[in-house]
C-alpha cells in the first residue's frame, strides 16, 4: 500500500522480490484475497503457493478458525470454489498453487513440514529460485483447475527439466553481453 502510487515496474525494482513462496501457509484465503486486492502482485514477481491435504496441522487449524487455510487450497479444494475464483487464478499468471498432497514424503510427520520431508516438494522450490521456470518447465501438471501437481513421473520429468534449464543457462552464459553505449566511439 505504500507504494499505491508508483508503475508496478518501480515497485518491483524498489523491493526485489522476484518469487515469493507460501509454504504451509496458515492464513485465511480471504485474507490473501483482500492483499491482492491491495496490489500485493505488484510487488513480486511470482507468487507461489504450496498445499496439501496431509497436512493435519492446517486441518487443526482450520477447525479451531472455521475456515480453510491458504496451505489446503488443493485439487480437492478449488473444484468447490466458485467459477469465477477458479478462473481468476488460471488467468494471472503471477499466482502459482501447487497442491503436493501426492509428492512423495508429503505425510511424513504430521504433514506440515511436508518442505522439507519430500524432496521433490524441495526440488521443486530449489527449481524455482534456481532457474524462475513456471511450474509445466518444472515437470508439475495442471489438474482441471487452476492447481499444479505431482505426477507420479515427476522425478523423470523434473530431470529433463533440470536439463533443459541449465543448457539454455549454459547457452545464454555464452553469449556475448551487448552494451548500450559503445566505448570505443570518440565523443
Not at 526485489?16 to 496490489?39: E, F, H, K, M, P
Not at 487450497?73 to 502459482?96: C, D, G, P, W
Request: glycine letters at 6%.
Amino acid at each position: 500500500m505504500i507504494y499505491h502510487e508508483q508503475n508496478n515496474e518501480t515497485v518491483r525494482q524498489s523491493l526485489r522480490l522476484g518469487n515469493v513462496i507460501l509454504l504451509s501457509g496458515d492464513q485465511s484465503t480471504s485474507l490473501l484475497a483482500n492483499y491482492i486486492l491491495d496490489g500485493l502482485l505488484n510487488t513480486v514477481n511470482c507468487l507461489t503457493i504450496y498445499s496439501s491435504e496431509e497436512d493435519s496441522v492446517l486441518g487443526a487449524s482450520n477447525w479451531i478458525f472455521g475456515r480453510r487455510r491458504l496451505g489446503q487450497m488443493t485439487t480437492e479444494y478449488m473444484k468447490k470454489s466458485s467459477m469465477i475464483v477458479r478462473e481468476a487464478l488460471i488467468q494471472e499468471k503471477r499466482i502459482r498453487v501447487i497442491d503436493a498432497s501426492k509428492a512423495v514424503g508429503v505425510d511424513s510427520g504430521k504433514g506440515h513440514q511436508y518442505f522439507r520431508s519430500s524432496p521433490w516438494v524441495s526440488s521443486d522450490i530449489l527449481m524455482t529460485l534456481m532457474y524462475d521456470l513456471p511450474p509445466e518447465k518444472r515437470g508439475l501438471v495442471r489438474s482441471d483447475g487452476p492447481v499444479w501437481e505431482f505426477p507420479k513421473d515427476y522425478i523423470s520429468r523434473l530431470k529433463l527439466s533440470f536439463e533443459q534449464a541449465d543448457q539454455e543457462r549454459k547457452i545464454k552464459d555464452l553469449q556475448p553481453e551487448t552494451s548500450t553505449n559503445n566505448e570505443n566511439e570518440n565523443p
